[in-house]
Each structure stands twice: as structure tokens, then as C-alpha cells.
């Protein structure tokens, strides 16, 4: 008797109108992180620079096994990233260029220092009367030596 009462005990809890409440609310929870999830994996596919569209409908199909696909075959690094490193790297071209010194006349590579072109025999520097430095042909007094030229 005792047994009967204790089970119709649990059955009427069970019946409780919270456990429908209950349900409802872990199925809510679940709706909104697979919402959020689908989101995330746009917005992160967009950043990437990969097809967006295509890897939101998989994540939305497919819900969490999806997502790990995508996880796996995303590219590794932000469109952001990328562009950012291109741009580090002309600036770093540019840098070594600009550091080049070429003959103005035919173009070939020559030191700073050099005075005259070793390929067509054009002028580059004049050498200061009193030390010898190579000077710029502008130059009105030797920055070495003060001597005016
Ligand atoms: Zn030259
Ligand atoms: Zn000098």
C-alpha cells in the first residue's frame, strides 16, 4: 500500500505542469545556441573571406556536425589578416627599393658612395676638394670637413 501510494506520488510529479515548462525552455535554449551558432559560422566565413552563404545552409542543415566540418576546413587565418600582411610586405619592398641607388643615366645598380656610374661613366658624386668623401653635386660646402667647395 505504502509502495502504490509512493509510486502514484512520483507519477503525479512527473505530471507537474513545471516539466512542460521545463521542456519549453531547454528547446528555447537550444533554438537560440543553433540560431547563434549559424550566425557566428556567417559572420566568421564572412571574416574569412570563404563562401558564406554555403557554410551558414551547412551549419543550418547539419546543426553541429556541420560546424565541426566547418571548423576543419576553414581558412586559417581573418581577410584582414591577409590584406594586413600584403601591405606589411610591399612596405617592406618599397623600403628595399627605395634603399637601391640606380644610375640615373642607364639605370644600373650603384653604391651611394659611388662617384661615377662603373657601367656608363656618368657623374654621380664630386668628391670634396680638401677629404675626398664623395659629396653630392649640389652640395656647396663638405659636411665632413666644412670645406667649401
Ligand atoms: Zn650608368
Ligand atoms: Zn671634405
Known amino acids: 500500500?505504502?509502495?502504490?501510494?509512493?509510486?502514484?506520488n512520483i507519477i503525479s510529479f512527473f505530471k507537474l505542469p513545471i516539466w512542460k515548462y521545463l521542456t519549453y525552455g531547454i528547446?528555447?535554449?537550444?533554438?537560440?545556441?543553433?540560431?547563434?551558432t549559424v550566425y557566428w559560422t556567417y559572420r566568421d566565413a564572412r571574416l574569412r573571406n570563404t563562401?558564406?552563404?554555403?557554410?551558414?545552409?551547412?551549419?543550418?542543415?547539419?546543426?553541429?556536425?556541420?560546424?565541426i566540418i566547418?571548423?576543419?576546413?576553414?581558412?586559417p587565418e581573418f581577410i584582414e589578416d591577409v590584406v594586413e600582411r600584403?601591405?606589411?610586405?610591399r612596405?617592406?619592398?618599397?623600403?628595399?627599393?627605395?634603399?637601391?641607388?640606380?644610375?640615373?643615366?642607364?639605370?644600373?645598380?650603384v653604391k651611394d658612395d659611388f662617384v661615377i656610374c662603373p657601367n656608363c661613366r656618368k657623374k654621380l658624386k664630386k668628391q670634396c676638394i680638401q677629404c675626398e668623401k664623395p659629396l653630392n653635386l649640389d652640395w656647396k660646402v663638405c659636411p665632413y670637413c666644412r670645406t667649401e667647395q
Open 86 to 89: 600584403d601591405l606589411e610586405i
Open 27 to 36: 528547446v528555447f535554449v537550444l533554438a537560440v545556441v543553433w540560431l547563434s
Open 1 to 8: 500500500m505504502d509502495f502504490l501510494k509512493y509510486f502514484d
Open 51 to 67: 563562401s558564406a552563404i554555403f557554410w551558414t545552409l551547412v551549419v543550418l542543415v547539419l546543426n553541429y556536425l556541420g560546424l
Open 70 to 75: 566547418y571548423l576543419i576546413v576553414r581558412p
Open 91 to 109: 612596405r617592406m619592398e618599397m623600403l628595399l627599393a627605395a634603399s637601391i641607388h640606380r644610375c640615373p643615366t642607364c639605370g644600373r645598380e
